[in-house]
């Protein structure tokens, strides 16, 4: 920068600095003018370098200078035509701004997923296929009444946290296909679920082929297959797990994409964060359905590729590379396991009540739940009756026939003359006769089988010769 004084007479001194760690050359700073008067008007310009010429170095000016010192000293009056700035401008970047770049082709495939999947939602309004299962047990939930299933508790759980906060009570069971729902049933949002979960799988579809190096082209042409899809469209329209599993199936696929493009840089924020993701998303899959195995099957043979590359740096440390694997168990196996767990619990603290699950489950746990008749698991005995022990030898009598409950070594036939077909295993039947075959024992499971012959006969407290003796 340079201070122009009078056209007779000028000094100017170049001053030169390091700023940063990057050599920059000369900071041209201004002198003060030794003639009697200055010039009313001050111009800044920035000189090319085949317009400077080499002026003489003061060195009594350049000692005491400073790299950043103003030209101007504020407590000399301003002149008439210089312009005062009492607020100047900040340039520097404020803490709060961010830069947002929005891909207008994944924007449309939002658009067209939400509009997709919940138009006419409320159309059919009677139960569907599956719903008759997935919504009662949303109000077995809501019930409190324990029940049976063989898929995990999470998608139930959130049908039934949807029905709790539209004040859904739990009245309808869903008992056939086709019957038509209450008003009080809010079908509708609880087939938003499955809705939003179809909705976000189409940019999901598209992120993943831009992650994997395909086109805009490639991805939106993925997109659209994915909308069009006919199968995909009447999953996320009814109250059922499978528009989720599909969801979360490629999300956690996207989120080890994220992660596997942070490689080089290792352990940093994003690496942790997308990781993290990733194994939230694996135990929210596996909490819906078993058939998310397969998706952690599929993450963790990407997981043991990319440990064998890491195994085969030499530059890579033991520590680092045993941080790696550290890591990578914690946050893909032990964050699902961990949170499904969390599921089983909330699951069982829900169902209190004795419900359609009792003949599931133990005697036991059926005496834990309330409102049941199971009693306590104790010996239980009846008024005039005889305990029976491990080792007892009984014989079985039919109480409205004559006859005993026989066992012998013949088996039954393959086939019957009529061409009916048989189990072809050992005969069990009523026989009018006393015989040795008719000697049942009373054993323990697992414990090795011995015949006896002889037994002591004894009548029943209540059916006398006709019950069991």
């Known amino acids: 920068?340079?201070?122009?004084?009078?056209?007779?007479?000028?000094?100017?001194?170049?001053l030169r600095s390091q700023?940063?760690?990057?050599?920059?050359?000369?900071?041209?700073?201004?002198?003060?003018?030794e003639e009697s008067s200055v010039s009313a008007s001050v111009r800044r310009r920035i000189k090319k370098p085949d317009e400077e010429q080499s002026p003489q170095k003061n060195p009594s000016a350049s000692d005491s200078a400073k790299p950043c010192e103003q030209p101007l000293q504020h407590n000399k009056p301003a002149s008439e035509n210089e312009v005062v700035t009492w607020f100047p401008r900040h340039n520097g970047k404020s803490?709060?701004?961010?830069k947002v770049e929005v891909d207008a082709l994944w924007v449309a495939m939002v658009v067209a997923g939400f509009v997709t999947r919940f138009w006419r939602l409320d159309f059919p309004s009677h139960v569907v296929f599956d719903e008759v299962h997935f919504g009662k047990f949303a109000s077995y939930y809501l019930n409190g009444q324990f029940f049976f299933d063989v898929h995990p508790p999470l998608g139930k759980l959130?049908?039934?946290?949807?029905?709790?906060?539209?004040?859904?009570?739990?009245?309808?069971?869903?008992?056939?296909?086709?019957?038509?729902?209450p008003p009080n049933v809010p079908y509708v949002m609880m087939r938003a679920l499955s809705a939003l979960a179809g909705s976000l799988l189409i940019p999901c579809v598209y992120?993943?082929?831009?992650?994997?190096?395909?086109?805009?082209?490639?991805?939106?042409?993925?997109?659209?297959?994915?909308?069009?899809?006919?199968?995909?469209?009447?999953?996320?329209?009814?109250?059922?797990?499978?528009?989720?599993?599909?969801?979360l199936t490629y999300l956690s696929i996207l989120c080890y994409l994220k992660f596997y493009?942070?490689?080089?840089?290792?352990?940093?924020?994003?690496?942790?964060?997308?990781?993290?993701?990733?194994?939230?998303?694996?135990g929210c899959l596996l909490g819906i359905k078993y058939t998310g195995l397969f998706g952690l099957a599929f993450i963790g043979i990407l997981t043991l590729c990319?440990?064998?590359?890491?195994?085969?740096?030499i530059?890579?440390?033991?520590?680092?590379?045993?941080?790696?694997?550290?890591?990578?168990?914690?946050?893909l196996l032990g964050i699902p396991v961990l949170f499904n767990i969390s599921l089983f619990y909330i699951h069982l603290l829900l169902l209190t009540q004795s419900g359609p699950g009792d003949a599931f489950v133990s005697k036991a746990f059926r005496s834990s739940l309330q409102s049941t008749h199971t009693p306590h698991p104790q010996i239980e005995t009846l008024p005039n009756s005889t305990l029976l022990r491990y080792g007892t030898h009984l014989t079985l009598r039919s109480v409205d026939l004559a006859c005993w409950l026989h066992s012998h070594p013949h088996l039954y036939p393959l086939k019957y003359p009529d061409g009916r077909g048989s189990s072809y295993q050992q005969q069990v039947t009523c026989y009018e006769f006393k015989d040795s075959n008719n000697v049942w024992a009373v054993r323990r499971p697992g414990d090795h089988w011995q015949r006896h012959i002889t037994y002591q006969e004894q009548r029943h407290h209540r059916t006398g010769p006709r019950g069991v003796q």
């Open 315 to 331: 530059e890579l440390a033991l520590v680092d590379l045993s941080l790696h694997i550290l890591l990578r168990g914690i946050y």
């Open 158 to 181: 959130l049908f039934a946290l949807i029905g709790y906060l539209c004040g859904y009570d739990g009245s309808f069971l869903f008992p056939n296909i086709g019957v038509d729902f």
């Open 207 to 247: 992120q993943i082929m831009i992650e994997m190096g395909f086109s805009s082209r490639v991805a939106l042409l993925a997109g659209i297959f994915t909308i069009l899809d006919n199968s995909l469209v009447i999953q996320s329209r009814v109250i059922m797990l499978d528009s989720c599993v599909i969801f």
């Open 306 to 313: 990319d440990l064998w590359q890491l195994m085969g740096d």
């Open 19 to 33: 700023r940063c760690r990057n050599s920059i050359n000369s900071i041209v700073v201004g002198i003060m003018s």
């Open 1 to 14: 920068v340079q201070l122009r004084t009078s056209a007779d007479s000028s000094k100017v001194c170049i």
């Open 95 to 98: 803490w709060i701004s961010y």
């Open 261 to 282: 493009h942070c490689r080089n840089k290792a352990f940093s924020e994003t690496w942790h964060k997308w990781l993290i993701l990733t194994g939230v998303a694996l």
